[in-house]
């Protein structure tokens, strides 16, 4: 600022020393520069600055328009922030500029350099539309000049214009770089001071929601309150969390914040229906669309869904884990939006946090339920323990009767334990279960033969049925067909329904066997 007055004043008085510049016009401009830089130390307001550089620049240059263009560098484009004396459509207009655009803004920032168009009616046919919307406003002259920060980086534009021709000389631009300077210095430090609001405000908000999801056991409610809160910091009409089911076929939105008359989009949607949109989420990349009906990223078909759904843009940030698809985060408007990149940024940010809160939730319920569920097996073990425990001592005639059919029996009931702890939660296959109790006796498949569907059964069903074939397989090798050297055991079963129930037939035919002459004299553990 110091440098910048200090050659203000060299230049006023090189002005009043009787230069080839036109001497009122100048003194005139400086009195202006020096009025906006005296605001400049006053006036803590961005917006208000750039209103008090559009007059500057008007009176410095004698110009009947002017503007200041910002420069997005996630976009690649100019914004268009404060205008003065432009049509309105033209306004519309330039309130975009790309990079590439063939406009006189787009060719000074791509140049980095001024760009003059002294008349617009002999203008090049590449700038034909800026001679267009030059003529909409009543306009003939443009001058374009970049604004960099002292660093060097790009930061904007600011722009004069003329009803008339205009020739311009470099003595013309000497003040006018001064407050070129000075604007450059007031962007930079308007977004210096919006990062660190924003960075501020993410901050915050992202404690508030660490807060708000610490709390809660509730996988469905977790993604509710993070779409909730997510959907009002940025202000959107719907927000809501994506996932799929067990299979890949659907997708599923449990719930959905919703805002104002927009339709929930709360529900279950075919995979099937949406491939290219699949595609996209299972890349892992966020997909990022601003007019869902203008976009050639998907076809008409999966827009015509999204219009029914009332979706004109959406975010949807993809979680993708050990490598596949497994969750998503999306904000959602029902008219156009230009997404930014601070905005996609935090829903990235979000979608981590919302699974890893989802997943610790979802982790702690299924600890709960392996607690219950192992609590309620180790009172069932001890009570088949303990009837176990008695019954064979009815049965038993001496101590060591007792303990071997106690040992064998209590055996047959761990190694039910370990096949259900192979898969815990899938229950037990009624041929595996068989087998492992003939293996656990030496009984080859030469003398059995085993037949029947896959059939699972819970873990209380696989106990009781497990001692009935220890027993059959004791009998037998004592008493029965596999006594016998030509003796044989048939094992097969079928599954049937009963009062609308599932019920399982098992049969145990031995054939190769002496029957004995009499019944048993007693029914034994086994029988039971």
């Given at each position: 600022m110091a440098d910048d007055t200090s050659r203000l004043g060299e230049l006023a008085g090189a002005v009043q020393a009787g230069s080839s510049l036109r001497i009122e016009r100048h003194l005139s401009a400086a009195q202006a520069l020096r009025r906006f830089s005296t605001q400049l130390i006053s006036e803590p307001d961005p917006d208000a600055l750039y209103s008090f550089i559009i007059d500057t620049a008007m009176e410095i240059m004698e110009a009947e328009a002017a503007s200041i263009q910002v420069f997005d560098s996630g976009r690649n484009s100019l914004q268009l922030v404060k205008w003065k004396n432009l049509h309105p459509a033209s306004a519309e207009y330039w309130q975009w500029v790309e990079a590439d655009a063939g406009t006189v803004f787009g060719e000074a920032l791509r140049g980095d350099a001024r760009i003059i168009v002294e008349d617009a009616e002999g203008t090049a046919a590449s700038l034909a539309q800026t001679a267009s919307e030059l003529q909409r406003s009543g306009l003939r002259a443009v001058q374009a000049t970049p604004l960099r920060s002292r660093s060097g980086h790009v930061l904007g534009m600011i722009s004069t214009h003329w009803r008339e021709p205009r020739q311009l000389q470099d003595e013309d631009f000497v003040l006018f770089d001064v407050l070129a300077r000075q604007a450059a210095d007031i962007i930079e430090r308007a977004q210096i001071e919006t990062a660190l609001r924003q960075s501020e405000a993410r901050t915050a908000f992202l404690l508030k929601l660490g807060d708000v999801l610490r709390p809660l056991s509730d996988?469905?409610?977790?993604?509710?309150?993070?779409?909730?809160?997510?959907?009002?910091?940025?202000?959107?009409?719907?927000?809501?969390?994506?996932?799929?089911?067990?299979?890949?076929?659907?997708?599923?939105?449990?719930?959905?914040?919703?805002?104002?008359?927009?339709?929930?989009?709360?529900?279950?949607?075919?995979?099937?229906?949406?491939?290219v949109i699949a595609r996209a989420l299972d890349s892992g990349e966020?997909?990022?669309?601003?007019?869902?009906?203008?976009?050639?990223?998907?076809?008409?078909?999966?827009?015509?869904?999204?219009?029914?759904?009332?979706?004109?843009?959406?975010?949807?940030?993809?979680?993708?884990?050990?490598?596949?698809?497994?969750?998503?985060?999306?904000?959602?408007?029902?008219?156009?939006?230009?997404?930014?990149?601070?905005?996609?940024?935090?829903?990235?940010?979000?979608?981590?946090?919302?699974?890893?809160?989802?997943?610790?939730?979802?982790?702690?319920?299924?600890?709960?339920?392996?607690?219950?569920?192992?609590?309620?097996?180790?009172?069932?073990?001890?009570?088949?323990?303990?009837?176990?425990?008695?019954?064979?001592a009815q049965s038993s005639e001496t101590l060591d009767d007792l303990s071997m059919h106690l040992e064998g029996r209590i055996d047959s009931m761990a190694r039910t334990q370990v096949i259900l702890t192979r898969n815990p939660g899938a229950g037990v296959d009624v041929e595996d279960l068989v087998r492992e109790e003939l293996l656990s006796q030496a009984i080859g498949d030469s003398q059995v033969g085993i037949d029947g569907p896959e059939t699972r059964l819970s873990s209380k069903a696989a106990e009781v049925l497990n001692l009935a074939v220890h027993e059959?397989?004791?009998?037998?090798?004592?008493?029965?067909?596999?006594?016998?050297?030509?003796?044989?055991?048939?094992?097969?079963?079928?599954?049937?329904?009963?009062?609308?129930?599932?019920?399982?037939?098992?049969a145990w035919i031995e054939s190769g066997v002496r029957v004995a002459a009499a019944a048993p004299r007693r029914e034994g553990f086994g029988s039971e």
């Amino acid at each position: 600022m110091a440098d910048d007055t200090s050659r203000l004043g060299e230049l006023a008085g090189a002005v009043q020393a009787g230069s080839s510049l036109r001497i009122e016009r100048h003194l005139s401009a400086a009195q202006a520069l020096r009025r906006f830089s005296t605001q400049l130390i006053s006036e803590p307001d961005p917006d208000a600055l750039y209103s008090f550089i559009i007059d500057t620049a008007m009176e410095i240059m004698e110009a009947e328009a002017a503007s200041i263009q910002v420069f997005d560098s996630g976009r690649n484009s100019l914004q268009l922030v404060k205008w003065k004396n432009l049509h309105p459509a033209s306004a519309e207009y330039w309130q975009w500029v790309e990079a590439d655009a063939g406009t006189v803004f787009g060719e000074a920032l791509r140049g980095d350099a001024r760009i003059i168009v002294e008349d617009a009616e002999g203008t090049a046919a590449s700038l034909a539309q800026t001679a267009s919307e030059l003529q909409r406003s009543g306009l003939r002259a443009v001058q374009a000049t970049p604004l960099r920060s002292r660093s060097g980086h790009v930061l904007g534009m600011i722009s004069t214009h003329w009803r008339e021709p205009r020739q311009l000389q470099d003595e013309d631009f000497v003040l006018f770089d001064v407050l070129a300077r000075q604007a450059a210095d007031i962007i930079e430090r308007a977004q210096i001071e919006t990062a660190l609001r924003q960075s501020e405000a993410r901050t915050a908000f992202l404690l508030k929601l660490g807060d708000v999801l610490r709390p809660l056991s509730d996988a469905v409610e977790i993604q509710d309150r993070a779409a909730h809160l997510l959907g009002e910091y940025l202000d959107v009409e719907r927000c809501y969390y994506l996932e799929t089911d067990a299979r890949a076929e659907h997708f599923i939105v449990r719930r959905d914040h919703v805002r104002s008359a927009a339709p929930s989009v709360a529900g279950v949607y075919p995979i099937s229906d949406w491939p290219v949109i699949a595609r996209a989420l299972d890349s892992g990349e966020p997909m990022v669309i601003s007019n869902t009906a203008t976009t050639v990223e998907i076809p008409a078909s999966e827009r015509a869904g999204l219009a029914a759904l009332g979706i004109g843009a959406f975010v949807a940030v993809t979680l993708v884990k050990r490598g596949h698809f497994v969750a998503a985060l999306a904000a959602a408007e029902m008219s156009p939006r230009e997404w930014t990149p601070t905005e996609i940024d935090l829903i990235s940010e979000v979608a981590e946090r919302t699974w890893a809160a989802v997943e610790r939730a979802r982790a702690e319920q299924r600890q709960k339920l392996l607690m219950a569920e192992l609590q309620h097996r180790v009172r069932n073990i001890l009570a088949t323990v303990r009837s176990i425990i008695q019954r064979t001592a009815q049965s038993s005639e001496t101590l060591d009767d007792l303990s071997m059919h106690l040992e064998g029996r209590i055996d047959s009931m761990a190694r039910t334990q370990v096949i259900l702890t192979r898969n815990p939660g899938a229950g037990v296959d009624v041929e595996d279960l068989v087998r492992e109790e003939l293996l656990s006796q030496a009984i080859g498949d030469s003398q059995v033969g085993i037949d029947g569907p896959e059939t699972r059964l819970s873990s209380k069903a696989a106990e009781v049925l497990n001692l009935a074939v220890h027993e059959l397989a004791t009998n037998s090798i004592k008493f029965g067909a596999l006594r016998e050297r030509n003796g044989r055991v048939a094992v097969a079963w079928t599954v049937g329904t009963q009062a609308g129930q599932p019920w399982l037939r098992f049969a145990w035919i031995e054939s190769g066997v002496r029957v004995a002459a009499a019944a048993p004299r007693r029914e034994g553990f086994g029988s039971e």
